[in-house]
């Protein structure tokens, strides 16, 4: 259908239904106590701005009936009492006593959309069904309850029994319901299966105020969702993450931002607080969705090749609608064995650091080689990659050339190391009570070989870096004897105490240069002198 084609009926504001707190509730394993309920209706009618929601199901506990008036308590107050739904059942007196005994007076009540689920589950004829309903919905205003009804496998029923499905409505549409909500239980039509089922029951009831309830059995819940939008019905459903039985509800997220690009309906909700809702809604409901969740997924605005940084650097040439700022949102772009100049260059704009071409080349190299290990490199590790590598930049008298350590259960870690002092290269085999202990018993070996003195360790803390929320990197903290204190950061926590080990070495080293020449002695080479000397 194309936009042209859109009758007057879609250029009008459609009303958002979200049933998080009672369709996304029938989720495997999810259960939202009471006043985690509370917390997320509050959240989803005074800052995410849908106009109603439904929370329960009546008759389903003592604890559900309290927390249901715990939330009509607060609603009734903040001015949302007719924003609050609840799921009802065709049982005459039951339901309706039982959610206006908590406050509620607004029910949707649960029919039988199609000749199978009437005659197969109820074991009744349509007039047979008919009839109670009407009992039902009597009974409910005469209690001042406000009814709408869910027509439960509608979509079946149009595809398989329409004869059964427009006898029904032509019923419903002379009962005082405000709204009818066509339901596609099991998720089974396609956009094309909508545009005609929705069409044909909004011209042969154009009287009726129709809602749209889609599942995504087949992934299809946002599409078909939009496409009911546009043919004009008056609301449809949601759920925050697409919560849900089976495969889930249509998200609210999905929908808002497609209705708001792909129709001319537009919704109260504010965009920037579907991240917020997401959030809470995962957290409460244990259900932690995708990081590529379209709008709310943690990597969604997060750019990864290197074209793309650089494609947006000269003139935002990857930024579509849905740009990052419209949800409340910055994008991000990524550090790793794709990344580009430009990626790297974003990131050292946000930290507000300038590097000479060499270095930025040099910490590329890095951040690609810690993307080849699967590391996940973030903005906030970049000080610290630039810290590291500008320490393996300078002059080295001692450096570690190579080495493997070894653990394993129930035998000796060990060491098998080689290094290089000046000119020379050393090398050792030790074991010791850890990996890190070995590599020193190892480091203990050369240093009595060639006179050089150790300090005693005195702490050794190992840590993420502050600031880094990754796994690409840890530093290691070494303070030892003598006041010096040394640091460095790997992506292993061993490598990296091996590397502040090495750097306390140049400093020994360094110190005694400084000493040599204070005293008038020959320093030690490796810094200005031209001939070497060992250290005793």
Request: hydrophobic residues 40%; glycine residues 8%; contains cysteine.
């Amino acid at each position: 259908m194309s936009d042209n084609q859109e009758s007057n009926s879609t250029n009008l504001p459609i009303h958002l239904m979200d049933t998080t707190l009672r369709d996304g509730e029938q989720t495997h394993g999810v259960s939202i106590p009471g006043m985690e309920k509370l917390l997320v209706a509050q959240k989803l009618l005074s800052e995410v701005g849908v106009d109603r929601i439904e929370v329960a199901s009546c008759r389903v506990s003592s604890g559900e009936q309290k927390s249901l008036a715990r939330i009509m308590e607060w609603a009734h107050k903040e001015g949302f009492g007719n924003s609050v739904e609840v799921l009802s059942f065709v049982d005459h007196t039951m339901s309706v006593d039982w959610l206006t005994d908590a406050g509620c007076r607004r029910m949707n009540l649960l029919t039988k959309g199609s000749r199978a689920h009437c005659e197969g589950q109820l074991r009744k004829t349509l007039s047979q069904h008919l009839a109670d309903i009407e009992k039902t919905i009597n009974y409910a205003v005469e209690k001042g309850v406000t009814p709408s009804i869910y027509l439960e496998d509608w979509s079946n029923g149009a595809l398989l029994s329409p004869d059964y499905v427009w006898e029904m409505l032509a019923q419903c549409v002379e009962w005082p319901f405000e709204r009818i909500h066509l339901c596609d239980t099991l998720g089974i039509l396609s956009p094309h299966q909508v545009e005609r089922v929705v069409r044909e029951t909004l011209e042969k009831f154009p009287t009726g105020k129709f809602e749209f309830h889609g599942h995504n059995d087949y992934g299809l819940a946002t599409a078909n969702t939009l496409m009911a939008a546009r043919l004009g019905v008056a609301g449809v459903h949601v759920t925050v993450n697409g919560l849900g039985e089976r495969a889930g509800n249509a998200s609210l997220a999905e929908v808002v931002a497609s209705l708001g690009d792909h129709s001319q309906r537009s919704c109260g909700v504010n965009e920037k607080r579907l991240k917020e809702v997401s959030q809470l809604v995962e957290a409460f409901s244990g259900k932690r969705i995708a990081a590529n969740t379209p709008i709310t997924g943690d990597d969604v605005y997060t750019q990864t090749a290197g074209i793309h940084a650089d494609g947006d650097m000269k003139g935002n040439l990857y930024e579509s609608k849905l740009s990052p700022s419209r949800f409340g949102r910055d994008r991000v772009y990524a550090l790793g064995k794709l990344s580009g100049r430009s990626n790297l260059d974003f990131n050292l704009e946000k930290l507000n650091l300038d590097l000479t071409p060499e270095q930025r080349k040099a910490l590329l190299s890095r951040i690609v080689e810690l993307g080849d290990m699967k590391k996940t490199v973030t903005t906030e590790d970049l000080p610290f990659l630039i810290s590291d590598l500008f320490a393996m930049q300078e002059k080295k008298d001692f450096e570690v050339l190579g080495c493997v350590i070894t653990t394993t259960m129930k035998m000796r870690p060990s060491a098998s190391i080689r290094v290089r002092l000046f000119d020379e290269e050393h090398e050792s085999i030790a074991t010791g009570n850890g990996g890190y202990d070995a590599f020193m018993n190892a480091m203990r070996q050369i240093a009595s070989e060639i006179s050089l003195d150790l300090p005693r360790l005195q702490d050794f803390e190992i840590h993420i870096p502050p600031g880094g929320h990754s796994d690409a990197l840890v530093e290691a903290t070494i303070t030892w004897e003598g006041d010096m204190k040394t640091r460095a950061v790997g992506s292993d926590q061993v490598l990296a105490a091996v590397k502040a080990t090495e750097r306390m070495v140049n400093l020994l080293l360094s110190r005694k240069n400084g000493a040599a020449r204070l005293s008038g002695e020959v320093m030690v080479p490796g810094l200005e002198a031209p001939t070497p000397k060992r250290v005793s």
